[in-house]
Every structure is written in C-alpha cells, then in structure tokens.
C-alpha cells in the first residue's frame, strides 16, 4: 500500500473553457496552460504518479511537447494509471480538494466523479470530490485562479 500527494494551480483568464475533474462548466473564466488546464486532474495526476514513485506530470508530459497542446486531461490520468498499473499497483482510493471562489463546484461533482471513476476503471465510491473556497483570500479568493489537492491510495495488485 502507497499513498502519493497532488497539488496544482492554474491561472483564470478570458477566453478559455473552464474543466476540472473532466467537465467543463459553464462560466466566463477559464484556466490557462498548455493542456486543457485542468487542476483537478493534473492534482490527481501527480497524487497517482508520487505514490508510485514515478516523478510527476512536468517530467512524463512537458509543456514544451507540442503532443499535449490542449490535450483533454483526462487522455492524460488514463496514461498516468497504465503507468501505475505497469508498476504492478492498481487505485485504492483518491480524495481531491478543488478550491474555487466561483463558479459553484458542488452541482458538477457526480459528474466529475463518473468521469475519473471511468478514467481509473474504478467504483465511484472510490472517487472523493470536495470544493471549498479560500474565504477571498489570496489568489482563489482574488479569483485570479484555481487550485486542487489530492492524495491517491494505490495497493499492489
């Protein structure tokens, strides 16, 4: 039994698709990157990678590659998960944290659930998603971006 952590940011810019956990959700804001800039994921991508020893999301899908120029994250949780179970692990269970002032997170969590749940050939209830707000401090609370923890339990198969 393992357990890896995950942390991401993405700046709030015009003119770009809001996705976390694999939905995209209506609002006038989205996340800048070189993906599809979803924090929720890219969290999950480095809580995954971390507990299997295996580095992070930067060094296995590098900015400067032009293959994951606004890939769909969930192309790249799928990948990380073949490596994990290539280590000869398969998912316990993941917990991610998205922190957000707005838009509300709370009504696209079911949905966000079957996507990684799909993505990880898991059970539902092994996918935790919780939103919470930063109060209006710092940058979340500023709404000049949006950040995501999560932790993964992976278990030898």
């Known amino acids: ?25 209506e609002h006038e804001l989205g996340l800048l990157g070189h993906s599809d800039a979803d924090v ?23 900015d400067t590659d032009p293959r994951y120029k606004g890939i769909d994250s969930r192309k790249l949780l799928r990948e990380v998960y073949r490596l994990v179970k290539e280590q000869g692990y398969m998912l316990g269970n993941c917990d991610i944290t998205i ?9 696209h969590i079911p949905a966000m659930q079957e996507q990684l749940a799909q993505c990880l050939e898991c059970e539902l209830n092994q996918v935790s998603i919780k939103a919470t707000t930063t109060e209006r401090l710092g940058f979340t609370g500023r709404e000049e971006g949006i950040s995501a923890y999560a932790v993964a339990l992976i278990n030898k198969s």
């Open 40 to 62: 929720a994921i890219h969290a999950l991508c480095d809580a995954l990678l971390g507990a299997a020893c295996l580095r992070d999301i930067g060094y296995h899908f590098p």
């Open 1 to 25: 039994m393992r357990i890896g952590f995950g942390f991401d940011v993405h700046r709030l810019v015009p003119e770009r698709e809001l996705w976390l956990g694999g939905v995209m959700i």
């Open 99 to 107: 922190c957000a002032e707005r838009p509300k997170i709370n009504p």
